[in-house]
């Protein structure tokens, strides 16, 4: 047998393809909940400096249940939205406990998980006026604090792929907004974006992507929104824009409003589509049909 074939059917076989027919829309129940009886995944608290505020800064850093230093690992980094630091999802998308699980049913390409705090100022809690100016604005600097401090120490003290098609940048609301920025801005450096509810920081189509067919270079670009959310004209300008100029995006409308409950089902789906062979437009299908 040839070497090519042996690799496809190792894929095969191993299940890493997903296809529509092994990806529900919804999670199922359960999805969220903690088994004590399979593998679990570790959660560090790192710290580093950042150049960029001038302060050391935390994040949480969850790595796989199987977890071998000599392997290395392609990196989500996964960001939190304006009420939020770096432990809302820890806090409240329990993401640890949705990774083990898909990760019992073999669902998922093993990955480090990094949840940053985007809010780059010194004072980076989210505390009295969470809407106020300064605040507001510290998430858009925080686009060179992940760039240019957290990656590289994500980098140095971890075993990571460092290339951009192991590198995955997801988010919710405000976090979604800086994906999109962040992730449309630096195509050369992230090949797996997924905003979540993107909140009004979402630059403008023509500024995200003034050159849009440079998306095509993407593995996957994901956008999604609950029906019930306010925000929504946030992502469906964003999606309305790449349809316009064909660029292959999942544009996931799904039922809910601004919350968790999209959210972890927003990862849920998103984290079994990272760092594999995937076609957008089957996905995109299925999560269109009723
Ligand atoms: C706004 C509405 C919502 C806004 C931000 C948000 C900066 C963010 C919401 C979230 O992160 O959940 O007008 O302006």
């Known amino acids: 047998m040839s070497k090519s074939i042996i690799f496809v059917l190792g894929f095969v076989l191993s299940g890493i393809f997903i296809s529509a027919q092994t990806l529900d829309k919804q999670a199922p129940q359960g ?3 903690e088994k004590k009886e399979i593998p679990h995944g570790k959660i560090d608290t790192i710290n580093y400096e950042s150049k960029t505020v001038g302060t050391q800064r935390k994040a949480l850093v969850y790595t796989p249940p199987v977890f071998k230093k000599g392997n290395k690992y392609p990196v989500l980094y ?3 939205g ?3 630091d770096e432990k809302e999802w820890f806090k409240n998308g329990t993401p640890q406990i949705i990774l083990d699980n898909l990760y019992a ?3 998922l390409t093993p990955m480090i998980v ?3 705090n985007g809010r780059a100022m010194k004072d980076d809690r989210a505390t009295g006026n969470i809407m106020a100016k ?3 604005k ?3 600097t925080f686009e060179k604090d992940l760039l240019n401090d957290l990656i590289p120490f994500i980098e140095k003290k971890y075993p990571v792929k460092k290339d951009r098609e192991n590198r995955a ?3 919710l609301s405000m976090g979604g907004g800086q994906t999109l920025n962040f992730g449309l801005g630096n195509i050369d450096k992230f090949a797996w974006v997924g905003g979540f509810s993107s909140a009004p920081n979402t630059k403008e189509p023509q500024k995200l992507l003034p050159n849009p067919a440079k998306a095509k270079e993407l593995k996957l670009l994901w956008i999604s929104c609950g029906d019930q959310d306010g925000l929504m004209p946030f992502s469906k300008r964003t999606s309305d824009y790449l349809t316009e100029n064909k660029i292959p995006h999942i544009f996931y409308i799904e039922p809910g409003g601004h919350d968790f409950k999209v959210w972890k089902n927003d990862l849920f789906l998103f984290s079994q589509l990272l760092f594999k062979p995937i076609d957008q437009e089957e996905i995109s299908n299925l999560l269109k049909s009723e």
Do not use: N, T, Y
């Open 31 to 33: 999805f969220d909940v």
């Open 78 to 80: 996964l960001l939190h």
């Open 114 to 116: 990094v949840l940053p």
């Open 134 to 136: 300064d605040k507001v």
């Open 105 to 107: 049913q073999g669902k």
């Open 169 to 171: 940048i997801a988010g």
């Open 138 to 140: 510290a998430f858009a």
């Open 82 to 84: 304006i009420g939020g």
